[in-house]
């Protein structure tokens, strides 16, 4: 099958299995619901990262809510399969010995994607050398550029050796893979017979590649002095001369991909229009993220959707049937979903939440501009709420990144939230949020909340997988959620769409449009009008569930990415 694949999908960092520590955030679980999709559509793609036999990290958080972080090693054996195959790279004038481990994704119709995680921790290298396949996000930039280069170089020369000749398009999930067209450009110069580049080279290269962008983070686009480049790449001169390659004395990975690329995307409509402003004068286009529903719906609407959408798994626009369904079937399916996550909090935490009382759940990679904080804005009036117009509880997860110090302070002030809430709205705040218990939060809460500082919300697919499920968002209007809010039918808004780079919002009304909307619609509506707030969990699914999703999301980069000449 391997001259058969004509995309090759790369990205840092893979959420495909709960036991493969290979993923720290949205952008490893999308990955992992891509492939799945390509998997159950028949798409012609295998995958491309690293292993980090380290893992990400475990978060204990301790009795003062700050984080700590603890190993994450896994069983590399016995999950993976040994490949026989071998490749090199020189990194700092040093031989790299690269092997790879497979996983294979099956799909509904039997059809299975390759997935081929990168391994330097080989006998025949340096003993440093061994570790840079360790640790995703880990070490300085000297480590991660190291890492990157293993990736796009030596996922190249892995692909090569594992018989992939015929690849047609390679798509760049994130800048980290950008020096895959390093690579691309060499193959090009050999087979014409030439030792250095030219512009032509280029643009075959350029020709070839799909480049996705998420981040709106400024921190989040790497970037690589030149000294550093040279010490790691080499004095690659006819390289760093091509025409967007270097930018303001930097290698800038973004800029390389954008450059580089023939397709250029952003996740979502507005993160699309916002990335364009971030980078004038480039073709970007939009492709909306989704997620994989086979495996974010819960077990008890994977029932009921197998009893009333028989093909729901393999056409998941079916899901628009979901309003067919009996309003109680809909009810206790979620009840079920919900005793199962409440079982798992109360025994965690000691924290006795009651199945009856609205639930509120916010679970995502710990970041500033997320500002899990907003809900507790106005802690009087939250509490206020709680007690006059309805009982509220409040559950959180989510790791900052070991090296962000005020994203582990933003957990912090959460936990004092806890304290200032003083008994009168249950809150806790679950550790080690993982794949499995971003399943149950998404699945067994009452309303899903998000509120990003647009608009820097690349798409928020955590949303998606509740919407699945049959669980209303309430949500600030950036991402994906712009698109999903059909407000008092799928869900509520919070504030005003921003406009442009939202320079002018007064973000300070967020919160008081969040208070409003808990306090006249949602609240009531849970307690004295459940027939209309099933309504909205069926309008949810059937809406949301049937288009915010990865077999959608992947028609439309087979359709308009990767085979765009």
């Known amino acids: 099958m391997s001259d058969q694949r004509s995309i090759a999908y790369f990205s840092m960092e893979i959420g ?201 983070v400024p921190a989040g686009h790497d970037k690589f002095p030149l000294d550093v480049v040279r010490r790691v790449l080499g004095q690659r001169e006819d390289f760093f001369a091509l025409e967007g390659v270097i930018h303001d004395d930097f290698l800038n990975m973004t800029r390389l991909a954008l450059n580089l690329s023939r397709y250029v995307n952003g996740v979502a409509r507005k993160h699309g229009e916002a990335t364009r402003l971030m980078f004038t004068g480039y073709s970007i286009n939009s492709i909306t993220n989704g997620v994989h529903a086979a495996t974010w719906v819960s077990e008890p609407f994977q029932k009921l959707f197998d009893k009333y959408i028989h093909i729901w798994k393999q056409d998941n626009f079916s899901l628009r049937y979901a309003l067919s369904i009996p309003k109680q079937e809909i009810w206790d399916a979620h009840m079920e979903a919900k005793k199962k996550l409440l079982d798992l909090v109360n025994k965690q935490s000691g924290v006795q939440m009651d199945e009856n009382i609205l639930t509120i759940g916010f679970a995502r990679r710990a970041a500033t501009y997320k500002r899990a904080d907003l809900l507790f804005h106005d802690v009087e009036r939250l509490k206020r709420i709680s007690s006059q117009v309805g009982k509220i509880q409040v559950i959180y997860a989510g790791k900052a990144h070991p090296r962000d110090y005020e994203a582990k302070k933003l957990i912090q002030r959460i936990f004092q939230a806890k304290q200032n809430l003083n008994g009168d709205i249950k809150l806790v705040y679950l550790e080690d949020y993982n794949m499995t218990l971003g399943a149950m939060m998404t699945a067994g809460v009452d309303i899903w909340l998000n509120t990003p500082e647009p608009p820097m919300e690349a798409s928020g697919t955590s949303g998606m997988k509740a919407a699945l499920n049959g669980v209303p968002n309430l949500s600030v209007l950036d991402g994906w959620w712009i698109e999903g809010n059909i407000e008092g039918v799928t869900g509520w808004s919070i504030g005003e769409a921003v406009i442009g780079n939202g320079e002018n919002r007064d973000h300070s009304l967020d919160a008081a449009s969040m208070y409003d909307k808990l306090e006249h619609t949602i609240v009531p509506m849970f307690y004295n009008n459940r027939d209309q707030f099933i309504s909205m969990m069926s309008h949810s699914i059937a809406i949301n569930g049937s288009f915010f999703n990865t077999h959608r999301m992947m028609q439309e980069y087979v359709l308009n990415a990767y085979f765009l000449c």
């Open 16 to 216: 495909i299995d709960e036991q493969i520590h290979t993923y720290s955030g949205g952008l490893g679980i999308l990955a992992g619901d891509t492939i799945r999709s390509s998997a159950d559509l028949k798409v012609p793609l295998v995958a491309v990262t690293l292993l980090y036999r380290k893992g990400y990290f475990r978060q204990k958080i301790e009795a003062d809510g700050w984080q700590r972080e603890e190993t994450a090693a896994w069983d590399v054996e016995g999950i993976l399969e040994e490949m026989p195959q071998r490749t090199i790279l020189m990194l700092e004038g040093r031989t790299i010995h690269l092997r790879a481990w497979k996983y294979e994704v099956k799909g509904v119709t039997g059809f299975t994607v390759p997935i081929y995680f990168l391994d330097t921790d080989m006998p025949e290298n340096h003993e440093w050398d061994r570790t840079l396949t360790h640790h995703l996000y880990g070490g300085d930039e000297h480590y991660r550029l190291c890492q990157e280069a293993i990736l796009g170089i030596g996922g190249i020369r892995m692909l090569r050796a594992l018989g992939h000749q015929n690849i047609q398009s390679f798509h760049m999930n994130e800048g980290h893979a950008a020096l895959l067209t390093l690579e691309l450009l060499d193959e090009h110069t050999k087979k014409d017979g030439r030792a250095y580049l030219i512009e032509d080279d280029r643009k075959a290269v350029r020709s070839r590649c799909v480049f996705t962008t998420h981040t709106l």
